[in-house]
């Protein structure tokens, strides 16, 4: 069974900077790309970033590029996403979800696409 757990959230400054965690078992690590979502009050749930090891593949979206790291260690299953230089309008939910990794082209924001999802961990940034 595919288990994706975030963690890591906080309450952080504006300009402040945090690290999210997502932890995966289950499945065969290397079959799989992981991407980073986030879901703000009363807003629909959005991309934010995805890495696939296979072909060294990172994505970020534009409100994100230049502050958001993603990055993995397979020995340990683990993905990360370091936030730098967070904004109020950064505060949100923040999901992991595990995708195959054979899809090609725009993949990484289509959440239908995704197998599996983490619980979620909350990014609370206070202005």
């Known amino acids: 069974e595919v288990q994706l757990q975030a963690s890591g959230g906080g309450l952080v400054q504006a300009g402040g900077s945090l690290r999210l965690s997502c932890a995966a078992s289950?499945?065969?690590?290397?079959?799989?790309?992981i991407g980073w979502f986030r879901q703000a009050p009363g807003k629909e749930r959005e991309g934010v970033s995805c890495?696939?090891?296979?072909?060294?593949?990172?994505y970020y979206e534009d409100y994100v590029k230049g502050r958001f790291t993603i990055s993995s260690d397979n020995a340990k299953n683990m993905v990360y996403l370091q936030m730098n230089d967070l904004k109020p309008e950064d505060t949100a939910v923040y999901y992991c979800?595990?995708?195959?990794?054979?899809?090609?082209?725009?993949?990484?924001?289509?959440?239908?696409?995704?197998?599996?999802w983490g619980q979620g961990t909350l990014v609370t940034v206070s202005s």
């Open positions: 890495i696939r090891d296979s072909d060294d593949t990172t």
């Open positions: 979800a595990a995708i195959r990794s054979y899809y090609t082209g725009t993949w990484c924001n289509l959440q239908w696409l995704y197998d599996a």
């Open positions: 289950g499945f065969t690590f290397a079959n799989y790309a």
